[in-house]
């Protein structure tokens, strides 16, 4: 289900799937304007001609369900209707099992566009890229006026293959990428050691449980480096969000103090504010974010969280702009309405919506590559015609950086460095040696 429904474009991942102290919003004002009798009478008029022109028989609850979704598409890119199997699909989103291709796609301008392909899913291992727009799903074509058919074509039951054509950005011509369907189970949070002291941990979006995730890999982390952290690398490229009560917790495992994240809407149901509690993981430690375009919603409330509180330096390249909450409101036990209900707001009070983030430092979509050993254009003793051998002379004095050697990502080394930079920054000074007697 993932496949269609979780993404920045489409987000279901901000809202509550259970409906859990949801209900408060069906006491909201009624809206004091009633309906023009005009549109009442364009909308039966409409439904009439349908029911006796369409070159189709067409059933009266199909209609409806029909002018419900179109009503909510106009609305914004997130409001949706949901049913039961999209209500089901909603619940293991959040969960992180799911059966699928592990992909994260978005309704872009009529077109369906990969906001990103889940780490370690068929989608990444099938070369399937961030930006990519499919073209057609198993030969048939994706029609901009049935975007919600073709995502449901990406469904299926593990072990089934589908074959999407693709097109990748700044290319011309589309590729064909066959995958396997799969059962995937998303670890949302993991981390390794990138040089003693220093860690890295990788959200790949915010589930029910990735605060918990995180603070195991860490721990993990700090046993490995039997000591301290001097720093940590926190990547949160390509992450579509997720629930929010996941970014605030995330958020304030690094804040000792300050707002998190506010929302408002139009009614005070949606109005909250989230604040930081004392206790730091990194213990004031040096905090480096890696962003990208692909970093959206609930990824924006971290990074946006931990630059307006001076707590981070953020790095990559300006995020998404998703700055809207989305909210499930059952309708009854299974249908729903996934309705946009405020927009959020970063500490400083801003709006990112249509905005985004941008980095304290911007680095260019580049990667490393080892030089080529065999060309080397610097002129030394054993270029000279009869010099002396050295000891180590021959082919083992040239050993070679091999390419798997080479750090490709080079956003990720940028952000080692300026890491090291600060933690040297955060180092205490020696205390001066005692003066000599």
Do not use: C
Request: proline letters at 5%.
């Amino acid at each position: 289900m993932k496949d269609a429904a979780s993404d920045p474009g489409k987000d279901t991942k901000d809202a509550n799937p259970k409906g859990a102290a949801l209900p408060a919003f069906a006491n909201a004002p009624a809206a004091r304007k009633s309906v023009d009798m005009a549109d009442i009478r364009v909308f039966t008029a409409v439904f009439s001609l349908i029911k006796q022109a369409y070159v189709e028989e067409i059933d009266d609850r199909s209609l409806m369900r029909g002018a419900i979704r179109g009503m909510l598409a106009g609305l914004d890119p997130h409001s949706e209707y949901l049913d039961k199997e999209e209500l089901s699909g909603l619940t293991e989103e959040t969960t992180g099992s799911y059966a699928g291709l592990g992909l994260e796609v978005a309704q872009v301008e009529g077109t369906l566009r990969v906001v990103t392909p889940i780490d370690d899913t068929p989608a990444q291992r099938g070369g399937i890229r961030a930006g990519d727009i499919i073209l057609r799903i198993d030969g048939k074509a994706v029609q901009s006026d049935d975007l919600d058919g073709a995502i449901a074509r990406l469904r299926g039951k593990p072990g089934t293959s589908v074959t999407l054509s693709v097109l990748h950005e700044k290319q011309t011509a589309p590729v064909d990428i066959t995958l396997t369907r799969e059962a995937i189970h998303v670890a949302s949070a993991r981390g390794r050691l990138l040089e003693p002291g220093f860690g890295y941990l990788r959200v790949s979006q915010f589930q029910e449980e990735t605060a918990m995730q995180l603070r195991k890999q860490f721990e993990r982390l700090q046993a490995a480096n039997k000591a301290p952290l001097r720093g940590v690398v926190l990547d949160l490229r390509s992450n579509p969000g997720g629930l929010v009560a996941a970014a605030v917790e995330i958020a304030d495992d690094f804040l000792d103090r300050g707002v998190i994240v506010s929302t408002r809407g139009r009614v005070k149901q949606a109005d909250t504010s989230f604040s930081a509690t004392p206790g730091d993981l990194l213990a004031g430690a040096p905090l480096v974010v890696l962003v990208d375009n692909g970093s959206a919603s609930a990824a924006e409330i971290v990074a946006g969280a931990l630059k307006d509180n001076h707590r981070a330096l953020l790095m990559g390249r300006r995020t998404f702009g998703k700055g809207s909450v989305q909210t499930v409101l059952p309708i009854d036990g299974e249908h729903a309405v996934k309705l946009t209900t405020a927009r959020y707001y970063t500490p400083s009070g801003t709006s990112i919506q249509a905005a985004g983030i941008r980095p304290d430092i911007e680095l260019a979509d580049l990667s490393l590559s080892a030089r080529n050993d065999d060309f080397d254009s610097g002129l030394g003793e054993r270029d000279l015609r009869n010099h002396l051998k050295g000891v180590n002379e021959g082919a083992a004095d040239r050993a070679a950086i091999t390419q798997h050697e080479v750090p490709s990502d080079y956003a990720l080394n940028e952000a080692l460095n300026a890491l090291k930079v600060l933690a040297l920054r955060a180092t205490p000074a020696a205390p001066p040696a005692p003066a000599k007697s």
